[in-house]
């Protein structure tokens, strides 16, 4: 009973270790683990932007920075490949200073595999200071917001602009973001605006935004890494996501096995406890 | 021997798919890096392995590269509204003549925002402070405004509305047989549960926050089962802020395998 009671006095970089092996393992040895049926709210995404007709117009809220980027990238690059394949319109726009410099990093890794243009399949107009304002903003006229995309190109000269003028014109926004801004897109954008909306969010903050779902505010939700990863095997090229899934998954069961120790631990030692103070 | 699978179409079929295999992912832009390239990116890993050394101990190189984050956020930030909202909605404006747009005419209102920025900043003279209340009385009067109608909506309306649901399900009149009778099927009886669920949830847990009459008899009660539906809703979190830290952790490791060791490590010394 001593001898488990000493799991609670274990060194807490015994767990650390064991974590960054656990990650560590799939990447080296290819280690695969089943994928799951993806989730209704994943699949709801997927299969509005299907329906899609070619020229439709997909807005990209790239709402994160480089913090954000293990969860968010891989959804950015599955939604621009979709979108590519479909030859959808992409339109990224961005609230978050860093935004921008993310949406150039996913275009460029998609781009080539389908020879999309910028200009003419594809825009990036950048970051632009206010939130609530550009939100608000954009229903009135999205040229009054962003007269110029992030190159100073100004929007009449762009093809893949021309007729977008107001959210009316757009199919559907995603908004893949680390912070508080799909609030925002879904309290001015949605409900002012009703324009239709997806989120792409951190796992930390699926909780507080699946009753957007629910109530039927959202079309869909990627939630975290795993949300990428289904997105991925649904366009049909497993990429980054899929691959930190298997990571995932080794980690999550090292932390039940630690949450267990713990647990034994704690009954071992109120039990010792009990034990001693019995003898006494 | 064995062939690779083809991948499943989600399309068609939903189903479970194994993980096909994939091929390691490599950054097509760092195959050929030119120095700068090189120095950042062996920059990026020495910073990362700073910060992962705090796990061990708290340290100098820690602290040195949580510094050169906190710098480096704040010089890009002032630099990105400079160029974002200073020079474009501000300067460019009044003096169109310095913009590289032609023929563009002085747009003399924006002068008005410049002055309630400029009041904002008094806070920072004790005896003009005072100049603040204004701009700060329009940005909450803005904010509350435009906020309140849309922000009830989305949080509060239709989140009533959510969990208004139907507990009765009817066959539809096109069934031969016994159509308008009450539908028993799978389906109908699960969504009637889910919909009891999310009642008696919603119930309880608001009758936990219930605190003008104490927490004995019926209201004993469901406060308990509120509890309850707390802690599944806590779980949840707890769960998904485990995958959410974890996937930081898988960012850093591929960035340090595919990145670094591939293009830094084995690129430089091959």
Same mark, same amino acid.
């Given at each position: 009973m001593q001898t488990l009671a000493r +799991? +609670?006095?274990?060194?807490r970089r015994w767990i650390f270790l064991f974590i960054g092996l656990a990650v560590l393992v799939p990447f080296l040895t290819g280690l695969k683990f089943l994928q799951g049926t993806p989730t209704p709210a994943t699949l709801a995404v997927f299969n509005y932007i299907d329906q899609l007709p070619p020229g439709s117009v997909v807005a990209i809220g790239f709402d994160y920075g480089p913090a954000g980027m293990p969860e968010m990238h891989p959804m950015a690059m599955a939604i621009i490949r979709q979108c590519f394949q479909r030859h959808l319109r992409v339109v990224a726009l961005t609230i978050h200073p860093q935004g921008p410099l993310m949406a150039e990093a996913a275009f460029n890794r998609v781009r080539g595999d389908y020879k999309a243009k910028y200009g003419q399949d594809y825009v990036n107009l950048g970051f632009k200071p206010g939130g609530q304002a550009v939100i608000l903003g954009i229903g009135s006229g999205i040229r009054n917001v962003y007269p110029t995309d992030m190159r100073g190109t100004? +929007?009449?000269?762009l093809p893949v602009m021309r007729?977008?003028?107001?959210?009316?014109?757009?199919?559907i926004l995603i908004d893949l973001a680390t912070g508080n801004a799909p609030g925002a897109w879904i309290a001015f954008g949605h409900q002012r605006f009703k324009v239709k909306m997806a989120i792409g969010i951190t796992a930390v903050m699926a909780t507080d935004f699946y009753v957007y779902y629910q109530t039927g505010q959202l079309v869909g939700i990627l939630n975290g890494m795993r949300g990428a990863a289904e997105y991925e095997n649904l366009v049909k090229h497993p990429d980054v996501g899929v691959l930190g899934m298997s990571s995932q998954s080794v980690a999550h069961l090292v932390i039940i096995v630690f949450v267990l120790l713990g647990n034994i631990g704690y009954f071992a030692s109120r039990a010792h406890r009990r034990k001693q103070g019995g003898m006494a | 021997m064995r062939t690779s699978r083809p991948p499943r179409d989600f399309r068609r079929s939903p189903r479970h798919s194994w993980l096909w295999h994939t091929p390691?992912?490599? %950054?097509?832009?760092?195959t050929t890096l030119t120095s700068p390239q090189m120095i950042g990116l062996w920059l990026q890993a020495v910073l990362t392995f700073a910060i992962l050394s705090f796990l061990i101990k708290d340290n100098a190189f820690y602290k040195f590269a949580e510094h050169i984050f906190v710098g480096v956020s704040a010089g890009y930030g002032v630099v990105l509204v400079w160029h974002e909202?200073?020079?474009? *909605?501000m300067l460019y404006r009044i003096?169109?003549?310095? %913009?590289? @747009?032609?023929g563009a005419l002085p747009d003399y209102w924006v002068i008005v925002p410049i002055v309630l920025g400029l009041m904002m900043i008094s806070r920072f003279v004790p005896k003009l402070a005072w100049m603040s209340r204004w701009p700060m009385a329009f940005v909450v009067g803005y904010a509350a405004g435009s906020s309140i109608p849309s922000v009830v909506q989305a949080n509060i309306l239709q989140q009533i509305q959510g969990t208004i649901k139907p507990l009765v399900y009817y066959r539809p009149?096109?069934?031969? @047989?016994?159509?308008?009778? *009450?539908d028993l099927s799978w389906v109908a009886t699960s969504t009637v549960l889910n919909s009891l669920l999310l009642i008696v949830g919603v119930v309880c847990t608001l009758s936990y926050f219930y605190? %003008?009459? @104490?927490?004995?008899?019926m209201l004993g009660v469901t406060s308990r089962i509120g509890i309850w539906f707390l802690m599944a809703a806590f779980g949840a979190g707890f769960g998904n802020t485990v995958m959410a830290r974890i996937s930081l952790l898988i960012g850093r490791v591929q960035f340090l395998l595919y990145d670094w060791w591939q293009h830094g490590v084995i690129g430089l010394f091959r």
């Open positions: +799991l +609670l006095t274990i060194d100004p +929007l009449s000269a007729g977008v003028r107001t959210y009316d014109d757009i199919a | 390691m992912p490599t %950054s097509d832009t760092l909202a200073v020079l474009p *909605i003096f169109p003549q310095l %913009s590289a @747009e032609q009149c096109v069934l031969v @047989e016994s159509p308008g009778a *009450i605190f %003008s009459l @104490e927490h004995k008899r």
